[in-house]
Nanobody, 124 residues
Framework: VQLQASGGGLVQAGGSLTLSCTAPGKIVSLTAMSWYRQAPGKGRELVATFRTPSSTIYADSVKGRFTISKDNAKNTVYLRMNTLKPEDTASYYC???????????????????WGEGTQVTVSS
């Protein structure tokens, strides 16, 4: 399953953005959805995770500024980013740990389902 991510853009420091990520298709179970980010020249880092039913994990660098939430009916996770800083500039990727129904009716489970990156640029 290819996750569908959107919501990136250009914003001034102190501004806000909301990213969304949807797991399309017939989802049997969704254990967790996460946002990662990768800045130029750096490795990919975990930003936030929403783990079913309702626990959340945040990187220290975004605690108090970012909020991850999930719409169960839509299999969509949101990342609300407030008080953005230039160091938040990166490509943001969503990841899911889920089980879904394949086109042949079989069920596939995995932790490495990703969406395409969405760029967040914060100007100073």
């Amino acid at each position: 399953v290819q996750l569908q991510a959107s919501g990136g853009g250009l914003v001034q420091a102190g501004g806000s953005l909301t990213l969304s990520c949807t797991a399309p298709g017939k989802i049997v179970s969704l254990t967790a959805m996460s946002w990662y980010r990768q800045a130029p020249g750096k490795g990919r880092e975990l930003v936030a995770t929403f783990r079913t039913p309702s626990s959340t994990i945040y990187a220290d660098s975004v605690k108090g500024r970012f909020t991850i939430s999930k719409d169960n009916a839509k299999n969509t996770v949101y990342l609300r980013m407030n008080t953005l800083k230039p160091e938040d500039t990166a490509s943001y990727y969503c990841n899911a740990d889920l089980c879904w129904v394949l086109y042949d009716g079989n069920i596939e489970c995995g932790k490495d389902y990703w969406g395409e990156g969405t760029q967040v640029t914060v100007s100073s």
